[in-house]
């Protein structure tokens, strides 16, 4: 008789710290897809992968790092433009104009880095204009 309480309340002490460390993977595994397709600029897939994901490019922009760089400056080290333009018109041009860990703008850093007159770099200034 005590030993049906004490298997239930392991099985639910079991089972609540399995979920978290699921859903921590499923997040990385998300975040590695989205890089993937950022570097390989394929906007079709990143498009797919966010829908069957039922996220939102702008409520997951800020804690997706692609080896240490935002996707936007991924997809401008990559030459990704379908999905650098794709990014930009999803994000808010607050978003855009805040400055990102090394204290630069994207913008700022795009054309400190050679990216200025490239598809990305226009397709950001104007979401930034337009808002």
């Excluded at 392991?10 to 998300?30: C, F, G, H, R």
Aim: with cysteine; hydrophobic share 40%.
């Amino acid at each position: 008789m005590r030993l049906l309480p004490l298997s239930i309340a392991t099985l639910i002490v079991a089972s609540s710290i399995s979920v978290p460390s699921t859903a921590l993977a499923n997040q990385e595994q998300l975040a590695a897809n989205i890089c993937n397709y950022v570097q390989a600029d394929d906007k079709n897939r990143l498009r797919k992968k966010l829908k069957e994901s039922r996220v939102k490019l702008r409520n997951i922009y800020s804690g997706v790092s692609c080896g240490g760089d935002s996707l936007l400056r991924t997809a401008l080290k990559s030459g990704s433009n379908k999905v650098g333009t794709f990014v930009a018109k999803r994000l808010p041009a607050s978003e855009l104009n805040e400055a990102e860990a090394d204290g630069q703008s994207i913008v700022a850093w795009a054309e400190s880095n050679g990216h200025g007159g490239s598809e990305i770099t226009a397709a950001i200034k104007e979401r930034i204009a337009g808002s």
